[in-house]
């Protein structure tokens, strides 16, 4: 077990900073990674001649700067954690959006709502962990490697 001393703790303006870029980062690699995951999924609105695997490798690359990014190994888990969640969000944001552009009534919107955020969990968590955490241990393997 790691202990903690007031040493190690960060107090001050530097701390605000380190949240400040910690979030940052995060919702850029996060969103990134999100709209990578539902365009994978509703393959229907990429451009044409895009195929569905091209938004898998942004999903990857996000996953992959969320450690290139970070300026240590803990702040690099941090920062995929937020990430990780930052981008699920806004991938069930992106499938439900819909409902509150379009002019729903408020009834049939709450009907739809449970639906519509359950078929996007059920479908996005697996492809987005899988290629976010798959390119994220990958490069933290190749980043330790090359590390001198």
């Given at each position: 077990?790691?202990?903690?001393?007031?040493?190690?703790?960060?107090?001050?303006?530097?701390?605000?900073?380190?949240?400040?870029?910690?979030?940052?980062?995060?919702?850029?690699?996060?969103?990134?990674a999100g709209m990578?995951?539902?365009?994978?999924?509703?393959?229907?609105?990429?451009?044409?001649?895009?195929?569905?695997?091209?938004?898998?490798?942004?999903?990857?690359?996000?996953?992959?700067?969320?450690h290139f990014l970070?300026?240590?190994?803990?702040?690099?888990?941090?920062?995929?954690?937020?990430a990780v969640v930052?981008?699920?969000?806004?991938?069930?944001?992106?499938?439900?959006?819909?409902?509150?552009?379009?002019?729903?009534?408020?009834?049939?919107?709450?009907?739809?709502?449970?639906?519509?955020?359950?078929?996007?969990?059920?479908?996005?968590?697996?492809?987005?962990?899988?290629?976010?955490?798959?390119?994220?241990?990958?490069?933290?393997?190749?980043?330790?490697?090359?590390?001198?």
């Amino acid at each position: 077990m790691a202990e903690h001393t007031l040493s190690t703790n960060r107090f001050g303006s530097r701390t605000t900073r380190y949240r400040l870029r910690l979030l940052a980062l995060a919702t850029l690699t996060g969103g990134v990674a999100g709209m990578g995951t539902f365009m994978y999924i509703k393959e229907q609105l990429l451009p044409w001649g895009v195929e569905p695997t091209w938004a898998l490798v942004l999903v990857g690359l996000a996953g992959a700067y969320t450690h290139f990014l970070a300026e240590d190994l803990a702040e690099s888990i941090s920062l995929s954690l937020v990430a990780v969640v930052v981008g699920f969000a806004v991938h069930v944001g992106a499938w439900i959006a819909p409902l509150w552009i379009l002019s729903y009534p408020p009834g049939a919107r709450d009907l739809v709502l449970r639906g519509m955020v359950g078929r996007a969990v059920t479908s996005g968590i697996l492809a987005y962990l899988m290629t976010f955490y798959g390119s994220y241990f990958g490069a933290v393997l190749v980043g330790g490697f090359l590390e001198p």
